[in-house]
């Protein structure tokens, strides 16, 4: 049979940390060229990784770049990927056409997360996921299944209200994967601490979060542990107060017939607009609590009681 490998590249010092056993933060990248306005996009970006390091871990931020699959993007490269208009969205389907065809852009939580799982990262941190879109129009996003397939820890401060939240949590647990509260018994909604939606699972530490992680992997499963983190309180934008700028964001959606992978990102730009740029602070606050967070576990996994 013929062997076919893609260009795929680590970066020496995530490489050597992987290789040493040392703790490495995956970070995607579409949340940069896709979902934050510039320059604040890069400054987000350099932030997370400058956190994660300040937490004792290794940052390794994934896109692609010409063709090639990075893992642990140089500064410069986050700085090309951070300042380009239209770039791709790559998510799991579309990584074969920007390899053939030379492009760059950035990974969604779904393909982050395959090859996150390639280069032997168990930890990544992200701002939301994405789920099942509201209305029947069959629009679930990639990043339910693939958190279904890699076992990753991956640390987000749930799904925007934007979505259909029951159904997304429903949907993973179709997909076998183990959704958590940090320090809540709630599903958070990204820019709220709360959604009224109960969670099965709770953890109040980033030990208790690795004890769960060891305990469903040592059975052999395969699927994501997906640790929701509240936002922290004093960032938070109160449901009540953001939900009528989801409507209004959902109704524009739809009057301009947006579809597909153009569907999110034009919600979290007209929500931007609509709260005056409330919930982009509110989505910069909870990056970099996601970073702090998931540094946090990554250290733990590595200690000496699970590793
Ligand atoms: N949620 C956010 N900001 C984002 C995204 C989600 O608050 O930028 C990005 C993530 O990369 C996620 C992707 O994986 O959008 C989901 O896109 P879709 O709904 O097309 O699967
Ligand atoms: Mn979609």
Same mark, same amino acid.
């Given at each position: ?81 951070? $300042? ?12 074969? @056409? /920007? +390899? %053939? *065809?030379?492009?760059? &852009? ?89 959604? $009224? ?12 979060? @690795? /004890? +769960? %992680? *060891?305990?469903?992997? &040592? ?89």
């Amino acid at each position: 049979m013929t062997q076919f490998f893609s260009k795929f590249r680590i970066n020496p010092e995530a490489q050597q940390a992987l290789q040493l056993n040392k703790p490495v933060v995956a970070l995607e990248t579409t949340v940069i060229t896709h979902g934050l306005p510039k320059p604040i996009n890069l400054n987000l970006a350099l932030d997370m990784e400058k956190i994660i390091r300040e937490h004792g871990a290794f940052p390794a931020s994934i896109g692609v770049l010409h063709g090639e699959v990075v893992i642990g993007l140089r500064e410069d490269e986050l700085e090309e990927l951070a $300042g380009i208009t239209d770039l791709r969205k790559i998510s799991v389907r579309d990584f074969s @056409a /920007a +390899i %053939a *065809q030379k492009d760059s &852009g950035g990974t969604t939580v779904a393909g982050t997360l395959a090859m996150a799982e390639l280069a032997g990262i168990q930890v990544f941190a992200t701002g939301g996921i994405g789920g099942v879109h509201r209305g029947s129009s069959f629009d679930v996003s990639a990043d339910l299944q693939q958190l279904g397939r890699s076992p990753a820890i991956v640390v987000c401060a749930g799904a925007k209200a934007i979505l259909d939240l029951p159904a997304t949590l429903e949907y993973l647990e179709t997909m076998g994967v183990v959704v958590v509260g940090y320090q809540t018994n709630e599903l958070p909604a990204f820019y709220s601490r709360s959604s $009224g939606l109960q969670l099965s699972m709770r953890a109040d530490s980033p030990s208790e979060v @690795a /004890a +769960i %992680a *060891q305990a469903h992997w &040592g059975l052999g499963f395969k699927s994501a542990i997906l640790l929701t983190v509240p936002i922290p309180a004093g960032d938070e934008i109160p449901h009540t107060t953001i939900n009528t700028h989801i409507e209004q964001s959902l109704q524009d959606a739809d009057h301009q017939s947006i579809r597909g992978q153009a569907v999110t990102p034009f919600l979290l730009n007209r929500l931007y607009e609509l709260t005056k740029g409330a919930s982009l602070n509110a989505n910069l606050a909870l990056l970099r609590n996601n970073a702090q967070v998931a540094s946090q576990i990554a250290v733990t996994l590595k200690s000496p009681q699970f590793s």
